[in-house]
């Protein structure tokens, strides 16, 4: 299971439609980034983008988890701005995005709104980045679309577990029909500054290397998230829909897609995460062909946002030998040496290992 919010669910008043949505304040825009909206067929999506370094370079899109939003990647993306030309999606009824017109939050419908943004753009091939929720959609993109993808890193993907941690049932709940009114009488007075301190306590490896002002961001951008009419219940119905996918078998089950995954895989694993088992890393190094490992011991669930600089190195380093493989006209597997090294120490106590799936 994977949430980046608190599981405590106000009551969820009927959701309009998003053109008579009431106005709520924008999310917040980092320094150097962009912030649009893109229309498209039955969805809404707000992108976040930085300039590149330079013309030219190969996308990247980045693809958060949930009760994220694009935010989540704002920490990594100025470390790549040199080697990719980043774009973040707030999913349908996530960060700025209204809610998508049809109310379907599976897995394979956000999978499909990645999907269409990608033909529409027209900027795939991509280097595509998940966290969480985010991982089980771009696993299932680049199962379906393997012709959008570059590479695929995934940051604790929420894949199924058979043992889920009990540190992340709350999150499960989330998807059981009344249980919100519970929630809802449980955590009524709670404020915004107690909800953030209770999702960083939750995600962070340690919530101490939240800074001042990354803290107070949190808070105002959790109020803005409360005042909107259908963050709960897009918080509810994606929590369905994953729990949803965890029940699918065959063809369509997210392991068995991820071993269907062609692009070279980077995968991304915190040792002190609470909602996506650390014993869930070696399975999905052998799931995706010749994917890399990296174990970030001190991390929790969301490493590119506490691990950054970690993070965009791993990335730097597939992409390397990614490059390297393409250039000497090798069709299959990229190159396994080079870091993350074999097993290296990167100097802040993680410990990388290159991993045949």
């Known amino acids: 299971m994977s949430s980046t919010e608190l599981p405590s669910v106000p009551p969820v008043p ?11 304040a924008a999310a917040r825009i980092a320094e150097g980034e962009r ?8 969805i809404t999506l707000s992108v976040r983008s930085r300039p590149p370094a330079r013309e030219g370079l190969p996308s990247a899109l980045y693809v958060h988890g949930l009760g994220g939003s694009s935010l989540n990647w704002s920490a990594l993306m100025p470390l790549l701005h040199d080697v990719v030309d ?10 700025d995005s209204p809610p998508p017109d049809d109310g379907d939050y599976s897995i394979t419908a956000h999978a499909r709104a990645v999907i269409r943004y990608l033909d529409a753009s027209g900027r795939g091939p991509v280097h595509l980045f998940g966290n969480s929720l985010g991982g089980a959609i771009t696993t299932r993109v680049a199962a379906v679309r393997p012709d959008l993808l570059r590479t695929l890193t995934l940051v604790s993907p929420a894949l199924p577990e058979l043992r889920v941690q ?10 059981v029909p009344g249980i919100a009114p519970l929630f809802t009488r449980i955590t009524r007075e709670w404020t915004a500054e107690q909800r953030v301190r209770g ?16 803290f107070r961001n949190a808070v105002q951008e959790m ?18 829909g994953i729990v949803n996918a965890y029940t699918l078998g065959g063809q369509h089950g997210l392991w068995r897609q991820a071993e ?26 052998r799931a995706f062909r010749g994917s890399r490992l990296v174990t970030l ?30 250039d000497e006209g090798d069709t299959g597997e990229p190159d396994a040496q080079g870091a993350p090294g074999s097993p290296a120490d990167t100097g802040d106590g993680t410990t990388a290992d290159n991993m045949r799936g």
Request: proline content about 9%.
């Open 14 to 24: 009927p959701v309009p439609p998003a053109s008579v949505l009431p106005d709520a």
């Open 35 to 42: 912030l649009r909206s893109v229309e498209l067929s039955g």
């Open 86 to 95: 980043s774009e973040a999606l707030d999913l349908p009824g996530f960060g």
């Open 166 to 175: 009990r540190s992340a049932v709350p999150t499960g709940l989330l998807a």
């Open 199 to 214: 999702v960083l306590k939750l995600c962070y490896g340690d919530p101490a290397r939240v800074s001042s002002e990354g």
């Open 223 to 240: 109020e803005r998230r409360l005042r909107l009419p259908y963050f709960w219940d897009a918080m509810a119905r994606s929590a369905r």
């Open 260 to 285: 269907r995954v062609l692009a070279p895989t980077l995968l991304v694993y915190g040792g002190r995460d609470q909602l996506v088992g650390f014993r869930m890393a070696q399975r999905s190094a």
């Open 297 to 326: 011991p001190d991390a929790g669930h969301v490493a590119m946002m506490e691990y950054p600089e970690t993070v965009a190195l791993a990335f730097r380093e597939l992409l390397m030998d990614t490059t390297d493989s393409a």
